[in-house]
């Protein structure tokens, strides 16, 4: 096959799904300990990897309370721009290893009436009142590494002095060139 077919291939997917590497997945430092209280609340979507089911979504926040049992209640909200009518999905998360000591920031999460049982949300780095940097990766049916990552914020923009650290965070450890910038202050977004 020649290479510029391998090359074309490799691009498309790429743009069609979340970011894929030949390499197997990386380790990355798992942030602890880690507070659930503390994250509870909302989060909108600053950066990710153009994961196929957030393909063409927009003004992205996620809300997270919790349920009377300890687990928590996701609803991940965006906007198809330029239809200004939020697209939800609801879903349910619980800490993926609970009798760790310390706490670790794994998160198993499921949506659509699912019960969460696969460690696939995983906090990197947070300060709970600015940023989080979140990051998940799997081995895909061909046996290469599947990977989501998302910057998420307690405000629509990062100050410059936090900006600066969750980039220096990402020039390390992700490829800059998957990820994807959502609109967040457009005048379609609302104040939400």
Partial sequence: ???SIILLFSLLL???AENISDSGCPV???FKPFDLQKYLGRWYELARYDIYFEKGCDCGYADYTLNDDGSVHVKNCCKRLPNTTPSCTIGKAVISYPNASPIEGKISVAFRGLEPKE??????????????IVYFCQMDDTQKPRDAFWLLGRAKE???EIQEKADDYIERYFNRTAIYTPKQKSDSCGAE
């Fill in 28 to 30: 990355r430092p798992i």
């Fill in 119 to 132: 460690s696939n949300y995983w906090i990197l780095d947070t300060d709970y009142d600015n940023f989080v």
């Fill in 158 to 160: 990062l100050t410059a």
């Fill in 1 to 3: 096959m020649n290479k």
């Fill in 14 to 16: 790429v743009t069609c």
